[in-house]
T-cell receptor, first 115, second 114 residues
Framework: DGGITQSPKYLFRKEGQNVTLSCEQN?????MYWYRQDPGQGLRLIYY???????QKGDIAEGYSVSREKKESFPLTVTSAQKNPTAFYLC??????????????FGPGTRLTVL | GNSVTQMEGPVTLSEEAFLTINCTYT??????LFWYVQYPGEGLQLLLK???ADDKGSNKGFEATYRKETTSFHLEKGSVQVSDSAVYFC?????????????WGAGTKLIIKP
């Protein structure tokens, strides 16, 4: 079955540590996205990538970094510079030819807790 | 700029009740509108969409009509089930917006009691 996988489902980190969240898709989608979700709030865009080796900042990129070395993979690193990293992180992707604002497909999410 | 406003939750209903979740939007161009659903502990799934005025999106008994005159895209279902308990997100995208991306509402939590 095609889809988006995120790992791990739950992640705990100590303050001051960097942590990398995995996102893999086998849908042959070109564009991929990272969102942050906080309780009672909508999704906020962290970074997105429309093509391999290229990515753009979203609305809340500070304290995060990404890479896009392969079409299938778009890992997100939460750095120690992110002041309030505890949240639910969602990865998504678009079909080929779909614009950034078009329909997106989501992974199951990773819940990050900073201890 | 573009924005989406949803009714605050939680919305609590009994099984077989009629559901309406309000969504209104502000857009400078001609947006596409979406409803996504998020079941507990999961990612989001597209529930339905509409790409132009007067279009009706429908799926799994849910419906929403794109009303340009009232800038609304309210989600409705005639008879809800316990399994419909989830968080529902309204979203828009506007191709004429230089910041062309999905704009999200805050989400509305729906609780259905048996």
């Amino acid at each position: 079955d095609g889809g988006i996988t995120q790992s791990p489902k739950y992640l705990f980190r100590k303050e001051g540590q960097n942590v990398t969240l995995s996102c893999e898709q086998n849908l042959n989608h070109d564009a991929m996205y990272w969102y942050r979700q906080d309780p009672g709030q909508g999704l906020r865009l962290i970074y997105y990538s429309q093509i391999v080796n290229d990515f753009q900042k979203g609305d809340i990129a500070e304290g995060y970094s990404v890479s896009r070395e392969k079409k299938e993979s778009f890992p997100l690193t939460v750095t120690s510079a992110q002041k309030n990293p505890t949240a639910f992180y969602l990865c998504a992707s678009n079909r080929p030819g779909t614009h950034v604002g078009g329909e997106q497909f989501f992974g199951p999410g990773t819940r990050l807790t900073v201890l | 700029g573009n924005s989406v406003t949803q009714m605050e939750g939680p919305v609590t209903l009994s099984e077989e009740a009629f559901l309406t979740i309000n969504c209104t939007y502000t857009a400078t161009g001609y947006p596409s509108l979406f409803w996504y659903v998020q079941y507990p502990g999961e990612g989001l799934q597209l529930l339905l969409k509409a790409t132009k005025a007067d279009d009706k999106g429908s799926n799994k008994g849910f419906e929403a009509t794109y009303r340009k005159e009232t800038t609304s895209f309210h989600l409705e279902k005639g008879s809800v089930q316990v399994s419909d308990s989830a968080v529902y997100f309204c979203a828009l995208s506007d191709r004429t917006d230089s910041n062309y991306q999905l704009i999200w509402g805050a989400g509305t939590k729906l609780i259905i009691k048996p």
